[in-house]
């Protein structure tokens, strides 16, 4: 927010700034997390489900995310360090997950409203 409240656009133009600076799959984010999990001892299953909205299963989606980039945004990825921390303070606080509240089996259908 910083960035964009320092670097306004100019007057009359819209300027788009997408808040991410990676994009991967559920797929590929869920290799990464296995592995990850995995290499720190935890028993990491990758679980498939059917997929809630009705949408291809494979299309072409590579949104451009540079705009904060341009004004200097420092960006945080994604690393195996990264997704370590969250294992870990989700392992820590693991009695007060309750899975019923993640996955509420909600699907989506083009056809209706």
Known sequence: MRLSLENPAAKGVLRILNQFTETFSVNQLAQ????????MG?????????????????????????????????????TDEVLAEMIEFAAKHKKAIRPEQIYRKVSWDRNIG
């Open 42 to 78: 935890f028993k990491a299953e990758i679980a498939t489900v059917e997929n809630p909205r009705k949408e291809a299963e494979e299309h072409y989606y590579n949104p451009a995310h540079t705009g904060l980039l341009d004004l200097g945004l420092k960006p945080q990825y994604l």
């Open 32 to 39: 990464k997390g296995q592995r990850v999990a995995r290499s």
